[in-house]
């Protein structure tokens, strides 16, 4: 059963970028039909549909978030990985990466890594 496992800073400056990566387990990235997406839950609130990436590659971010979001991967390690940029601490979140069917949204996500709290403080 494939799984999913986020790594990274769990504590990152104002201003700077953080970069989260998922490494993705018992099935690949290049599999057909599932996008790969970054979701975040700031403490206190919803879910937050952050962007995706394809197996073929495309990538699909947030409107909100555009400007700052990059979305790569990297297939070789069968990862995929998240760079938020000028963050603040509005940014402190629990970071989920998830697999799904659908470029876009939450609602068809079947599985979901266990979560990353980044805290952006000085």
């Known amino acids: 059963q494939v799984q999913l496992q986020e790594s990274g800073p769990g504590l990152v400056n104002p201003s700077q970028t953080l970069s989260l990566t998922c490494t993705v387990s018992?099935?690949?990235?290049?599999?057909?039909?599932?996008?790969w997406t970054w979701i975040r839950q700031p403490p206190g609130k919803g879910l937050e549909w952050m962007g995706a990436?394809?197996?073929?590659?495309?990538?699909y971010v947030s409107p909100s978030l555009k400007s700052r979001t990059s979305i790569s991967r990297d297939t070789s390690k069968n990862q995929f990985t998240l760079q938020l940029s000028s963050v603040t601490p509005e940014d402190t979140a629990v970071y989920y990466c998830?697999?799904?069917?659908?470029?876009?949204?939450?609602?068809?996500?079947?599985?979901w890594g266990q979560g990353t709290l980044v805290t952006v403080s000085s």
């Open positions: 998830a697999r799904g069917v659908a470029v876009t949204g939450i609602r068809t996500l079947e599985v």
């Open positions: 018992s099935g690949s990235i290049l599999t057909n039909i599932y996008s």
């Open positions: 990436i394809t197996n073929t590659g495309n990538t």
